[in-house]
């Protein structure tokens, strides 16, 4: 099972650092969920790399949001990874009902469970890659110490658990912060940055491999073309 996770993660690895492209994997929190379905496949038709996932339990952030039935629905009607931020108290609880549904990638918050390191070695035992985040307020280097267990590190530029949120600049900063420190240990895991990701913005995220990006795209007159503009940043 742990081979086949490191097949995946290689994979997805050289599509991503053989290309000049930033990959763009759209939230659906932005999404016209009464037609979810019809979303989901406009994102593949538009360029779409990813879909990105927000669960959210109410306690860690005040929303709630979509569980495991809706991802088990997605999986059936497309091939894009399915990335899953899990923003809930003791995500080590969900961790096999959201792999078992079809799960691309389970992020966690480091400030949601007692024991990262154990988490992290839950998610990749489920075939799952693993991802790793934090709030806005939490030292950056807090992350550095469990680098090499992640598949992908998810940088929050806005609060967890709302969307259309302004981007904070103070957080930018964390993107080049991860990207020194995983060259020091000399580590090739992807970057995702999250929140007030749009044209404006754009320019704070070179560092960035990966962009999420919800009102932007969806609120935008046409999803191709939001979608090209991130890409060819």
């Known amino acids: 099972m742990l081979k086949d996770v490191t097949d995946r993660i290689k994979c997805f690895m050289n599509t991503m650092f053989h290309s000049n492209k930033k990959l763009v994997a759209p939230s659906i929190l932005s999404a016209?969920?009464?037609?979810?379905?019809?979303?989901?496949?406009?994102?593949e038709q538009a360029g779409a790399d990813r879909l990105h996932i927000d669960v959210m339990d109410g306690h860690f952030v005040?929303?709630?949001?979509?569980?495991?039935?809706v991802i088990k629905s997605l999986k059936k009607i497309t091939k894009l990874p399915l990335d899953v931020h899990l923003m809930v108290n003791e995500p080590e609880s969900m961790i096999s009902s959201f792999a078992s549904v079809g799960a691309d990638s389970i992020t966690v918050h480091?400030?949601?469970?007692?024991?990262?390191?154990?988490?992290?070695?839950?998610?990749?035992?489920?075939?799952?890659?693993?991802?790793?985040?934090l709030k806005p307020e939490t030292p950056v280097e807090k992350l550095f110490p469990f680098l090499?267990?992640?598949?992908?590190?998810?940088?929050?530029?806005?609060?967890?658990?709302?969307?259309?949120?302004?981007?904070?600049?103070?957080?930018?900063?964390?993107?080049s912060q991860v990207r020194k420190e995983l060259d020091r240990q000399s580590l090739t895991v992807p970057i995702h940055v999250d929140g007030g990701v749009n044209d404006e913005t754009l320019p704070l995220l070179s560092s960035a491999d990966v962009l999420v990006s919800g009102h932007f795209i969806f609120k935008h007159q046409s999803y191709k073309e939001a979608i090209s503009i991130l890409k060819t940043q």
Request: charged share 20%; glycine share 10%.
């Open 148 to 175: 090499h267990q992640l598949d992908l590190v998810l940088i929050m530029t806005v609060e967890p658990g709302f969307g259309g949120q302004s981007l904070l600049p103070e957080a930018v900063a964390k993107i």
């Open 32 to 43: 016209d969920f009464s037609r979810l379905g019809e979303e989901v496949k406009a994102m």
């Open 110 to 133: 480091l400030e949601s469970t007692k024991d990262t390191g154990k988490v992290l070695e839950q998610i990749r035992y489920t075939n799952v890659q693993a991802g790793l985040t």
């Open 62 to 69: 005040p929303n709630l949001t979509i569980g495991v039935p």
